[in-house]
Each structure stands twice: as structure tokens, then as C-alpha cells.
């Protein structure tokens, strides 16, 4: 966690102390403090500090609301650490404690090193973001916490909260979280209208013969094309596939860029496919055809779904079948066949435009900006900034002080609703340029030796001109 030069200081990221979820109404009376607490990590605290600390957020909570009875409190900002809040169902409470990162300092004369809290480095609305995620993330394994309780009592509550946050919780790495996190976008594959069709006329025609489909997804390269879901449930089933299921599954197909494990040829027609959910394969007489099941629309009226996730070459496509339905092997066998040699002729088709537009676009030389942008009406989001996604986080390539400006930057807008510019000066030759208009948001970190502001100016409208067909028209 640390890095260290020499027997100088060490610096420490950001690390997650606790996490916590209470409902202070399941334990009204004294003495039965412990019923409110319905998951704590780590479980091995004490039972009493447990207690302590849910009745400390409980006190703020109560007392930020007498200030703003609508809005009680989002965070608390302490020296060593930083607590995030949300409640995101009537009463129940979610509470992540951040440690804040930290400098230790050597002492001479063998005194213990000197630690130096820095106290303003983590985003607000960043780790607000982390904690709302946390949530959501849960809502679509699990429906919502007040499903549970009417199902099968605080206990099954409890048990669906221990087994999904445990494995959750590890998976979060706080020191790479930054404004994508706040966005929580989609990135999107732009393609000529030729493939798009086809692609259009692959899900119409699995739809009606498959007629127990209720939605279709389609992605390729982690980049999706087509989805017929809600974009709230969009948005998050895509970070589960990109961040979770995609990275497990990636590694064997590593070897050579879509080199197929074993191609079938059924007719004349190559078949790539294969499940990433449920059967690992349809040859073992004893495959197992249960698929995870998801939760969709859990605002109004809550459906829940298998989800299907089959996969040829670097296409793959989510289809979601009413929970009521048993699946059987005859109907895997069915999709597996209609599918599979479908889904890889238009994988071939879309990595060719792919490589077309690859080429269009110039070599791959280190440019002289990189940018982030994030469109709030169809949550496209496009970054140069950040590297493959990783199992656990996707990493950016730009000093962390960059990023930091960059969610400064996106706090000033998100106070607003007019449009605007911000341009900041960085250190050692770097600019920071944020622009917000009509709903979009363009963030450019531009790295060039004496420029000044108009120069700087006139590259972003070089940049918005070229990535953009300028649709920031502010000027």
C-alpha cells in the first residue's frame, strides 16, 4: 500500500476502514442497540465499539437534519479519516469510513516516525459515487433492502447483505477512484450504419425466435452497441460485465486476440460461442443450466430476470428471460445453435470496422492532450485517460493531483446549471481545462512547455472540432 524512497517518507492511499449498514428503527429501545446493525465490516470488532460507532452517525445524521431537515448529512471530515453517508430506502442507513491518505515522516534519534494526515485530498463526490455504487450494485443481485424484510424477515436481510458485501467490499480499490466513478458512464462503439443494422436486425430476429426474451444487450470490446434495458439498470449491469464478469472470463482468450478455444463448425458456419453464465459447457451431461438472476425496474414494479451472458470472439450479448421461467437444457442447446454462428459473423464484421476506424484515426502517438468526456443524457462517456479496465479498477495514466483538479473542476459544475469554462493552470507544465455545456462535460489536460491561455484555448477547440463535431459551441 506504501511507497517509499530510501529511509525518506512513506506515502499511504486511502483505505477502507469500515463499512457499515443500520436501521435505527429496528432498535429503538435501549439495550437493544445491536438489532439496528444489519452488516458491519470488519465483523471482528468489538460488539460494543460496533454499537458506538453506528449510534455516533446515527447522532450526526440527527443533528445535521435540525439545519436541513431535507438533506441531512452526505460526509463528516475528520483529521484521520472521512465518513461517507447515504440513505438510500427510508431508514436504512450505508456508512463507508475512509482513511485519509497519509505521510510518514522518519524521526532521527529512533523516535517513532511522524504521521501527517492530508486532509483534503479525498473527493466528496467521488466517494459519495463509491458508496451509491455500493448500493446499486446490490439492488441488482437482490432487489431492494425492503424486499428482503417483506420476504423473509430481517434475517434473510442480514444473510443476503453478509454474503454479497463481503465479496463486494473486496473488490473496491479506493486509491484508483476518481471522476469516472462520479460518472459511472457507458462507453458506447460508435459504427457505420451498415454493421449497426445488422446488428439491430440479429437482435429483432433472436427476439422473435427466442420469444422468451425479454431484453437483449450487445456489447463488443467492453464498448456497448445496443441495449434494451432502462439506463439506470444499463449503467450498472455494464460496470458488473466490465469491471467483474468480462475480466474473469478474459484471460484464455488472451492468447491471440480473439483466437477461438475451439471453434465448432456446425454446416458451413464457424461457431465461436459460448455461455459466460451458466453452463460452461453444453457437452458435459451434467452442466448445470442455473444463470445469476438480476433485478430490473425496481422502482415501479420490480421485474427479476436470468441473465444470459453468451459470448463469440469479442462480441457479447446479455439476454434477460423472466425469473418465473425454469431453463432448461433444450433451451440453452437452442440459443447455443441459433446464436453462436450468428454472433460470430458479426463479431468478424464489427472487428473489421473496428480496425477501419483504428486506422482513420491516425497513429497510436502519445498526444499532446487527453481528455474526458461524459454526456448526461445518454451517459456516453469517452476517456483517453484511463487504461484498460483491470478486474478491479480502471487505471489512470495522469499524476493523481491531475485527477483531483478534474473533480474539482466537476464539483464547481455540478453547483451550476448554466454552461461554463474553467481553465486552470497545473504544475510543471500542465493545464487543466473543464468545459460544461448543454448537459455535456469535456475535461482536456493539455501537457505543452510555455503555452499560454490562448494557445491552450485554441488546442481545445482544435480537439472539440476533430473528437467532437463541435458540439461545445461556447464561445
Known sequence: MSMASGMQEKQYTPSLLSFFIYNPKFGPREGEEEKKILFYHPSEVEKNEKIRNVGLCEAIVQFTRTFCPRKPAKSLHTQKNRQFFLEPEENFWMVMVVRNPMIEKPNKDGKPPTVEYQEEELLDSVYGAVLQQCYSMYKIFNSTFNRAVETGGVELLIQKLEKFFYRYLQTIHLQSCDLLDVFGGISFLPLDKMTYLKIQSFVNKVEENLSLVKYTAFLYNDQLIWSG???????????????????????????????????????????????????????????????????????????????????????????????????????????????????????????????????????????????????????????????????????????????????????????????????????????VVGKKSDQRELYVILNQKNANLIEVNDEVKRLCSTQFNNIFFLD
Not at 318 to 340: H, K, Y
Not at 391 to 396: E, I, K, N, R, V
Not at 412 to 421: K, L, N, S, T
Open 229 to 431: 434495458l432502462e439506463q439506470d439498470d444499463m449503467r450498472i449491469l455494464y460496470k458488473y460485465l466490465t469491471t467483474s464478469l468480462f475480466p474473469r472470463h478474459s484471460e484464455p482468450e488472451l492468447a491471440g486476440r480473439d483466437s477461438p478455444l475451439r471453434p465448432e463448425v456446425m454446416g458451413n458456419l464457424l461457431h465461436y460461442g459460448r455461455f459466460l453464465t451458466g453452463p460452461a459447457t453444453l457437452k458435459d451431461p451434467d452442466a448445470k443450466f442455473r444463470f445469476p438472476k438480476i433485478f430490473v425496474n425496481t422502482e415501479d414494479r420490480s421485474e427479476e430476470l436470468h441473465l444470459i451472458v453468451y459470448k463469440a470472439m469479442s462480441a457479447a450479448v446479455c439476454f434477460m428471460i423472466n425469473a418465473s421461467v425454469e431453463l432448461t437444457r433444450e433451451f440453452c442447446e437452442q440459443m447455443d445453435a441459433l446464436v453462436g454462428p450468428q454472433l460470430t459473423l458479426l463479431a468478424s464484421d464489427i472487428c473489421e470496422q473496428y480496425n477501419i476506424n483504428r486506422r482513420i484515426s491516425g497513429p497510436e502517438k502519445e498526444p499532446q492532450f487527453k481528455f474526458i468526456y461524459f454526456n448526461h443524457m445518454n451517459l456516453a462517456e469517452k476517456s483517453t485517460i484511463h487504461m484498460r479496465k483491470t478486474a478491479g479498477a480502471s487505471l489512470s495514466s495522469v499524476h493523481p493531483d491531475l485527477m483531483k483538479i478534474l473533480g474539482d473542476i466537476n464539483c464547481d459544475f455540478a453547483r451550476v446549471d448554466e454552461d461554463e469554462e474553467i481553465i486552470v493552470k497545473a504544475m510543471t507544465d500542465y493545464w
